[in-house]
């Protein structure tokens, strides 16, 4: 999207027309120009203008309904309605039909440049802020949710199903799977995506302060509150509230939050009447929602009114398919962010990111690849580059080279898994004494702390 630049003068009048385009072509603008209404339409079609100085008075069909349909055809354009003195009014009635601004002939060079380069500034503000709705909408967009496994798939189905409702929506999955990010893609595909989304971890809100957090509060409603407050509910009127490990929140706010939701209404903390809330609530939790309604950690009636859409986001250990990509997508950003020379992964490398549990998830897996890049030597990382927990909890089933065929591992990995097994049983065999362990083996002290950390022993 090219920054704001183009002018677009419709005058009949060939004289004002040439000085103009002098003018304005002088101070770097790109100038067109138009001897009807007729015309700059047809020219605002084929190369939409950022500014248009539009004359009243046009043969044929008028300035005013000109601009009306300018503001239809090209939205954003900023149009200056030029009029004759004694005919302001009609110069107000334009603006309130689209136009931004007017100027009265006979005019001053400065003053049109002057209201120009302000429509133009207006206009770039403009252009910014839908540059950056653009790049957050990409951000969190359900197209950066990576992955193609069936899991994955299913419940990306079922959210961008839950984005075209207004429905209250529960996400269940572990740490690390994910969660806010498909939150947050949902409200971004959503009706309420030019609204605000508030975002609240229910574990981190102190007990003390949890009802004013979320209803806020009236001045000197308790001790500190010095000035009224809006709550979470009140910020995210319109839009969106996430509620993050909701099965945290105290049982008795539970029991307001209902309420809340229920009646569409909040009361701030030491306030009388209920202040209107237009509310979408999202919740998400890192436990299986069912099991902490029967332990008592969330109350059966929010969660039923929570769940009317439920999504559960798979471990990644349930979509191991997809590592690959997601592994490659983190290895290229921590390319870009952290100058890492590393490019792709070894057949090694990759198995044993294939084979680990990732009981951190996306979030370990994220973190480990980052690790591995900034600890690779080359361009290529390999087995021994990744962190110590993905090369421990793969050793067995390297180990078990035997049962693999030759063209499946590398080298280095069948070498790994002898040296590891064999360190392993001789430090057990000498109960975790590291100098006779290295003397039985016949490397040196230094070595062995090397080869323990290698292989997180």
């Avoid at 202040?275 to 299986?288: E, K, Y």
């Avoid at 890492?340 to 990759?350: E, K």
Wanted: glycine content about 8%; charged content about 25%; aromatic content about 4%.
């Amino acid at each position: 999207m090219t920054q704001p630049n183009r002018v677009l003068i419709v005058d009949d009048e060939a004289k004002i027309r040439r000085v103009l385009v002098r003018l304005l072509g002088d101070e770097g603008y790109e100038v067109s120009e138009a001897d009807s209404g007729e015309k700059g339409l047809a020219l605002a079609a084929d190369r939409p203008p950022d500014v248009v100085v539009m004359d009243q008075n046009l043969p044929g069909m008028s300035g005013q309904e000109a601009t009306e349909r300018l503001v239809e055809q090209a939205p954003g354009v900023k149009v200056i309605m030029v009029t004759a003195f004694g005919a302001i009014d009609r110069a107000v009635d334009a603006m309130r039909r689209g136009a931004y601004d007017y100027l009265t002939k006979p005019f001053d060079n400065d003053e049109l440049l002057l209201r120009v380069g302000r429509a133009m500034e207006t206009r770039r503000l403009a252009h910014e802020v839908e540059s950056l709705r653009e790049a957050l909408g990409e951000r969190h967009s359900f197209a950066r949710i990576l992955g193609e496994s069936q899991a994955l798939q299913a419940a990306v189905h079922m959210a961008r199903r839950a984005a075209q409702s207004d429905m209250s929506v529960l996400v269940e999955g572990e740490s690390g799977v994910g969660k806010e990010l498909l939150v947050r893609a949902i409200h971004q595909e959503s009706p309420r995506r030019d609204g605000p989304f508030v975002a609240v971890n229910c574990a981190a809100v102190p007990a003390d302060l949890v009802e004013s957090e979320f209803f806020g509060h009236e001045k000197g409603a308790f001790t500190g509150a010095g000035a009224s407050r809006a709550g979470r509910f009140e910020q995210a009127d319109g839009g969106t509230l996430f509620l993050d490990e909701i099965t945290e929140m105290p049982a008795e706010l539970q029991a307001k939050l209902l309420r809340a939701l229920e009646e569409g209404e909040v009361t701030r903390v030491g306030g009388g009447a209920p202040l209107p809330v237009n509310v979408r609530v999202i919740a998400a939790t890192n436990r299986v929602a069912a099991e902490a309604v029967k332990a008592g950690r969330l109350r059966e009636d929010l969660y039923h009114r929570l769940a009317v859409i439920a999504v559960r986001m798979p471990p990644l250990r349930e979509r191991r398919e997809d590592i690959p990509l997601l592994a490659r997508h983190f290895l290229l950003t921590a390319g870009k962010q952290a100058g890492a020379q590393a490019a792709d992964f070894s057949a090694a490398a990759l198995r044993r990111l294939e084979t680990y549990d990732w009981p951190g998830n996306v979030r370990e897996l994220c973190n480990a690849v980052q690790s591995a890049a900034v600890m690779a030597e080359g361009e290529v990382i390999h087995s021994c580059d990744l962190p110590a927990a993905a090369q421990a909890a793969c050793a067995e089933g390297a180990a078990a080279g035997a049962d693999e065929a030759p063209s499946d591992r590398s080298l280095s990995d069948a070498v790994g898994a002898v040296e590891r097994k064999m360190i392993a049983q001789v430090l057990a065999e000498e109960g975790g004494n590291r100098t006779r362990t290295a003397e039985r083996l016949g490397i040196t002290r230094k070595t062995l702390l090397a080869k323990i950390a290698q292989y997180g022993l």
